[in-house]
């Protein structure tokens, strides 16, 4: 039992500080929530309001919009990550010269501030100073205004997500990919299967949990994107790029309607969570289905 | 399988690297510019360097607390973190815990929440709730430092628990039958075995720490803000120095560079999550 009182001391500190920092600031925009309270409006006082917050939220259009843009947002940048990084990782399992130099260069973007990447690729579409806009006008002819067109600042935004995380997938993936044990592979090429149904049947569903594990993780990094696109765009033009991250944080924060923001903030955390369930049910549950074929 | 072709594979990674790199170059290139020069028809060549982006930053004394701030804070939380997350995973992996998995899995949670949603309460907190007479929670670096334990000491107990499970109980067993304390055999037998796992994940939690920006933005004013809300100031309403920000972003770049540099060979099983394990 002694031991047992140790084991809870070593852990306290850490469960200590989760809770103050971690719990706390969840219970606590649980209850504001369900207050009407703004600091700046005539009667700054917390008034009980019980489910009128969520009432009005249903019906924001700025908050659905930003909902849409953020999941659109979601899937092209992390689809593309997942296809792109998987090719990177197979490429990285051939032997070639200088490999470890070339996987540190590939790495690096993870190691940049996000706040540092979205100035980077200000500077490059930035019009009159980057080289994109420029170029892409001098030899197509194209006119490439991010400040003004949205879908052109949307994809620049995906753009940015994959050159910035794509070496996080490769890096899972190649990490699942070197584990792997060789076995399957031969015994796949000796019943006679071709590329294709090697990496279907073979590749596919070893490499699963790391897919899976690479998904989540860049999904929900993708649905709290903030610092990125704040520099890169500040969320325009227009609501393009004006993802629920920014938008709590740029729109909402400053008015100080702390009870309508806290709502707010519990349903995009509902709904994050909703997602990575839903998504994991799907994906398990489907090769649960396959199995006994 | 397909034969291997290092000619090939040499050749594609050239140019994918070029394509990794050509955003970091470009920032480099409008670091060295002068504001005359920047607006100019875009070359890519450095014709020479305009040091003067690099020095407004390093002698600006606003900078220089910046830069301070985001050392200290950094620092420190890698430093808390990994001995905490130390603590606690050998207690996850040596001690018979109830509900110890639960309380793992809990841990692991914390990261998942997107911060925009914990910004509002956080805000509240630390400026009405963390007060103490006249001093408050709000803008002040151990006020952040506490904060991104949230995020880091999950990634940390993450990738140490699997270190720690990897060292043989028998070792502290046979410490412990030659009368060594707790304490002890934390220092003299775990220390020791663990202590690549620790570098990376100290490394990463400094990395993450110092990269962080957004509690940054909103958790400080004055006083404790760090290089990453620094660097966002250069974008104004009025107009951006886009020389010195590109400088400024270059000097964030610096240390996470050298680090990644330092880590680069452990980086890989650093960032499976346990995904290879089951």
């Known amino acids: 039992m002694q031991s047992q009182t140790l084991g809870w001391l070593l852990l306290a500190p850490t469960l200590l500080i989760l809770a103050v920092f971690g719990l706390t600031p969840f219970l606590y925009v649980l209850v504001v929530s369900f207050f009407d309270w703004n600091s700046f409006a005539a009667d700054p006082t917390m008034r009980f309001s019980g489910l009128s917050n969520y009432r009005h939220l249903v019906f924001d259009k700025g908050f659905l919009m930003a909902l849409w843009n953020t999941f659109k947002f979601g899937v092209f940048a992390v689809v593309s990550q997942i296809v792109l990084g998987y090719f990177l990782a197979q490429l990285f399992m051939k032997d070639f010269p200088l490999k470890g130099f070339f996987r540190t260069i590939h790495t690096l973007p993870l190691m940049i501030a996000p706040v540092a990447v979205g100035a980077t690729w200000r500077l490059m579409t930035v019009p009159g100073l980057g080289p994109i806009p420029y170029y892409l006008n001098q030899w197509f002819g194209y006119e490439f205004l991010i400040s003004r067109f949205a879908g052109q600042a949307f994809m620049t935004a995906v753009i940015m997500d994959i050159w910035h995380w794509t070496p996080l997938v490769t890096l899972t993936l190649l990490a699942a990919l070197s584990s792997m044990p060789k076995e399957p592979f031969e015994q796949a090429q000796i019943d006679g299967a071709n590329r294709y149904q090697t990496f279907w049947y073979v590749t596919l569903p070893m490499l699963k949990p790391a897919i899976l594990s690479a998904l989540f993780i860049r999904l929900m990094d993708a649905m709290r994107t903030v610092d990125e696109i704040w520099m890169l765009t500040g969320g325009g033009p227009g609501s393009a790029t004006r993802f629920i991250g920014l938008y709590i944080w740029r729109i909402v924060f400053p008015k100080t309607d702390y009870g309508y923001g806290s709502a707010m903030s519990l349903i995009t955390l509902y709904l994050t969570i909703v997602l990575c369930w839903l998504l994991y049910a799907g994906l398990v549950a489907r090769r649960d289905l396959r199995k006994p074929e | ?278």
């Open chain 2, 1 to 278: 399988m397909t034969r291997n072709r290092p000619g090939l594979s040499l050749l594609f990674w050239l140019v994918a690297s070029l394509v990794t790199l050509f955003p970091i170059y470009w920032m480099f290139v409008v670091s060295a510019r002068s504001r005359v020069e920047l607006f100019s028809a875009p070359s890519f060549l450095i014709k020479s360097f305009f040091s003067e982006n690099y020095l407004n930053t390093i002698h600006d004394p606003t900078y220089q607390k910046y830069m301070l701030n985001s050392i200290v804070i950094a620092t420190s939380n890698a430093l808390l973190v990994t001995v905490l997350a130390l603590l606690a995973c050998y207690a996850l992996s040596r001690y018979k815990l109830s509900g110890k998995e639960n309380i793992f899995f809990w841990t692991i949670t914390n990261r998942m929440a997107p911060p925009a949603a914990f910004l509002l309460p956080l805000f509240l907190l630390y400026t009405q709730v963390f007060v103490v007479g006249d001093w408050k929670m709000f803008d002040t670096r151990i006020g952040l430092i506490l904060l991104y334990c949230v995020f880091n000491l999950p990634f940390a107990i993450w990738t140490l628990r699997g270190v720690i499970d990897a060292i043989p109980r028998e070792l502290d067993e046979a410490a412990f039958v030659d009368g060594a304390s707790t304490w002890q055999v934390l220092i003299h037998v775990i220390l020791p075995l663990a202590r690549p796992g620790l570098a990376v994940t100290a490394i990463l939690c400094w990395v993450f720490a110092w990269n962080e920006y957004l509690f940054a933005a909103t958790l400080t004013s004055v006083n404790a803000r760090t290089i990453t809300t620094g660097l966002a100031e250069f974008v104004t309403v009025t107009g951006t120095n886009w020389g010195q920000m590109a400088a400024t972003a270059m000097l964030t770049l610096i240390p996470a560079v050298a680090f990644l540099a330092l880590v680069q060979k452990h980086i890989v099983a650093g960032l499976t999550f346990g995904a290879v394990k089951g």
